[in-house]
Structure formats: structure tokens, C-alpha cells
């Protein structure tokens, strides 16, 4: 419900957003999404404005009154059901414009760092997958 909530207090679901979820539901079919898909989607449309994707899990989860776990699956879900390619790929560009030194840890012939977003995890491990075969 905090979704919901975010969206009313601050103005969102105005004809244009209505109309771009109309077009989406007529489209692909009311029973297609759950309410789950039609929150994931409310917040892929209102990225677009806001950019709430940039946030971190913990801003994110407060802002919108939801678990970190859940704004975790979020990114995943809008990633992997609303993102096209190019946008798809952009995560992972905005994720190399923000590594900096600072937040990689050398240990010899190792790298480590922390990739909080799930769905940039899942790119990463599919590049490696790919390129590692």
C-alpha cells in the first residue's frame, strides 16, 4: 500500500501515467499482471520522472514503505519484465560510471565489491557466464 500511497501524495497517477498503464493492461491482458507487476510497473513508469532506481535499497525501502527484500525483487522484476535491451545494458553503464576506486578492494588477483541491485548482479554473472565458457 506504501506504493500507492507514494504515488497519490505526491501527485503521479495523473491521465498520463493512467493512460500508459490502460495501454499496458489492454495490451497484454487485465489477468496478466498481479498486483505485485502492476506496483513494478507503476515504479518503472515513475523512474522515468524520479529516478527512484537510483536509489539505494534502504532509501528506497523507506521512501516507499516497503521491506529491502522486496525493493530488491522490485529492480529484478522491473529489469527482467518492463526493461528493453538498451536499458537493460544502461543499468550496467551506470554501474561502471559510479565504481570508483574508492569502493573496490584489491586482495592480490581478486576484486571485491558489493553490487547491491539484483538485476545488475544478474548481468554481471551472465557477462561472465558468457565469457568464461
Do not use: W
Not at 8 to 35: H, M, P, R, S, V
Not at 74 to 98: C, H
Amino acid at each position: 500500500m506504501g506504493v500507492l500511497c507514494y504515488f497519490f501524495n505526491k501527485g503521479f497517477l495523473c491521465a498520463k501515467y493512467q493512460k500508459k498503464i490502460f495501454e499496458k493492461i489492454k495490451t497484454d491482458g487485465l489477468y496478466t499482471y498481479n498486483k505485485t507487476d502492476l506496483y513494478d510497473y507503476l515504479i518503472y513508469l515513475l523512474d522515468k520522472k524520479e529516478k527512484l532506481l537510483s536509489k539505494s535499497n534502504d532509501e528506497l525501502s523507506r521512501l516507499l514503505k516497503i521491506s529491502p527484500s522486496k525493493v530488491s525483487t522490485l529492480r529484478a522484476n522491473i529489469s527482467v519484465k518492463f526493461m528493453d535491451d538498451s536499458e537493460y545494458k544502461g543499468l550496467f553503464l551506470d554501474f561502471l560510471s559510479q565504481l570508483s576506486n574508492k569502493n573496490i578492494k584489491e586482495d592480490n588477483t581478486y576484486y571485491i565489491f558489493t553490487v547491491e541491485n539484483k538485476a545488475i548482479r544478474n548481468f554481471i554473472e551472465a557477462k561472465l557466464k558468457e565469457h568464461c565458457q
